[in-house]
């Protein structure tokens, strides 16, 4: 697989926090249904190991294998301020060649820092913008030999979001390009105090980036 269809699947899977353009002005408070502190999931790993296996020649016996689902965390402020936790995720794939033997075995890693911005939530659908985050970065590994890279080309691509947000549940739909497709946010609200010290270390941090 070209690393650019690689650098492209593990930029949306980071989405919809990045894919945003930079902040000019915060956009409108929003949704106040949207407003606090979120944890949950989202189908993307899922979406992404489809769009691996999908890829597979006829040749190839491919077998992949991933963590946990991360468990992803985004706080919302009633200025439309926003900041996200860092997450990581590994996925691995073994390549088997059936004419000559060879075996490719590589892993695939996906570390998002922080995202800190401005959200909106209107009429079902999201707009963000993005205010200074770091770009999130890619390990990929074959065989032993490896490169590290920030995901690229993420900022110029914004995707369609839709949401659902109803007392202390909320969803997001993004919609992404082949082969990837729509990947679907389940979150729950919680109290800050949730998070503990290093939710709260974040956040100050987030607000002072944003400033």
């Known amino acids: 697989m070209k690393s650019s269809a690689l650098t492209l699947m593990l930029a ?11 902040c ?11 407003v606090g502190h979120w944890v949950g999931e989202n189908t993307a790993p899922a979406r992404i190991r489809a769009a691996l296996q999908s890829m597979v020649p006829e040749d190839v016996i491919r077998d992949i294998a991933a963590g946990a689902s991360p468990t ?8 439309g301020f926003y900041h996200t936790l860092p997450f990581h995720q590994a996925t691995e794939f073994t390549d088997t060649f059936v004419e000559t ?13 922080t995202q800190v911005g401005f959200i909106n939530g209107e009429a079902g ?4 913008c993005d205010a200074g985050s770091a770009p999130a970065m890619f390990t990929m590994t074959a ?8 995901v690229a080309g993420a900022e110029r691509y914004e995707p369609t ?3 659902t947000c109803r007392g202390d549940t909320m969803g997001m739909d993004v919609q992404l390009p082949a082969p990837i497709g729509t990947v679907q946010y389940f979150l729950r609200r919680v ?8 939710f709260r270390r974040i956040r100050d941090a987030a607000r002072d980036l944003a400033e």
Do not use: H, K
Not at 12 to 22: D, K, S
Not at 101 to 113: C, E, S, Y
Not at 143 to 150: E, K, L, Q, S
């Open 24 to 34: 000019v002005t915060p956009p409108p408070v929003g949704d106040p249904c949207m």
């Open 191 to 198: 109290p800050e105090d949730a998070f503990g010290d290093e």
């Open 161 to 163: 979001i839709t949401y």
């Open 143 to 150: 065989n032993g030999d490896g490169m590290t890279a920030p």
């Open 101 to 113: 033997g060879d075996v490719v075995d590589v892993r695939l890693d996906l570390a998002a820092p």
């Open 72 to 79: 992803l965390g985004i706080s919302i402020y009633d200025d």
């Open 125 to 128: 659908r999201v707009t963000f």
């Open 12 to 22: 949306l899977w980071a989405a919809p926090a990045l894919a945003q353009n930079a």
